[in-house]
């Protein structure tokens, strides 16, 4: 598998999200790009956070890609991204999924992914359509840890604990390896969900599921947080949670979802 979009490389950059945002918002997009920076210095994470990487240590990039659906129609795509960066990370690794699921892989709902409870990866995606009838254009930003998780968990201000690849495999892949791996693994995926949605991906994604039949909490800026048992995902993507006698639908958004202790 071979990536087919224009490949961009840059020293260093703020963002790659924010360098992509910034060329679709002035309409410079036409064909799918994926920009990887060595270094980013205002590296961006979900709900406002920083997204703090070591160049040696981690993969920063991003691929804008366009869309035939709407963004209404796009539900499920940050699972499908999780399932896509997971599937790069089996062939960049030389190993097959199940391996990745014995060494203790998790998706976490909507899209991180988690290594033994401790972060692997993060994916955040920003973009839409300029004006009704425009294509969708989706910046799809990827982190990945690679080695020294000691380093990153010190520069994590909310305690949680970092995984990285070198904890799979001795050998972790190398930087552009892995990148292209990623981003052809992306390709592909996202074209499937271009035609057909995540419906199809529903029950693989739900095999991954760090927190199925979990008690869990979700949290978001200035709402109360809503408890229950997290029974997967529904076929749009969203989370489903068991509250004594009814379910609840859950729609991503600058939301966290987090275990019970
Ligand atoms: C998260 O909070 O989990 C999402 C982290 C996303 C980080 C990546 S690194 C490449 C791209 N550029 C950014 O500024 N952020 C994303």
């Known amino acids: 598998m071979t990536a087919n979009c224009i490949l961009e490389r840059v020293a260093e950059t703020r963002s790659t999200n924010d360098d992509l945002l910034e060329r679709w918002r002035a309409g410079e997009l036409i064909d799918p790009v994926a920009r990887i920076a060595h270094k980013q210095t205002a590296g961006k994470g979900r709900a406002g956070r920083s997204w703090l990487a070591n160049p040696e240590d981690s993969l920063c990039f991003s691929l804008a890609y366009p869309f035939k659906r709407t963004p209404a129609e796009l539900s499920g795509l940050s699972l499908l991204v999780g399932l896509a960066v997971l599937s790069g990370i089996a062939q960049a690794c030389h190993l097959n999924e199940s391996e990745l699921y014995d060494a203790g892989l998790r998706l976490k709902w909507p899209n991180d992914l988690l290594l033994n409870h401790g972060k692997l990866a993060g994916i955040l995606i920003e973009g839409g359509q300029a004006k009704t009838g425009d294509i969708t254009w989706m910046i799809i930003g990827v982190g990945v840890n690679l080695r020294n998780t000691e380093l990153?968990?010190?520069?994590?201000?909310?305690?949680?604990?970092?995984?990285?690849?070198?904890q799979i495999t001795n050998s972790p892949p190398d930087i552009e390896y892995l990148w292209l791996k990623l981003v052809a693994s992306l390709e592909s995926h996202l074209a499937e969900f271009d035609l057909?949605?995540?419906?199809?991906?529903?029950?693989?994604?739900?095999?991954?599921?760090?927190?199925?039949?979990?008690?869990?909490?979700?949290?978001?800026?200035?709402?109360d947080a809503i408890f229950g048992i997290e029974k997967g995902v529904d076929d749009c993507g969203a989370l489903l949670l068991q509250q004594e006698n009814k379910m609840i639908t859950v729609h991503a958004g600058d939301i966290s979802l987090r275990i019970q202790s």
């Not at 199809?200 to 008690?215: F, I, S």
Request: a neutral charge; proline letters at 2%.
């Open 196 to 223: 057909h949605g995540f419906q199809p991906l529903k029950e693989r994604w739900m095999q991954w599921d760090a927190y199925l039949g979990e008690h869990v909490y979700i949290s978001g800026i200035g709402k």
């Open 152 to 166: 990153i968990e010190a520069s994590l201000s909310n305690g949680l604990k970092a995984g990285s690849l070198a």
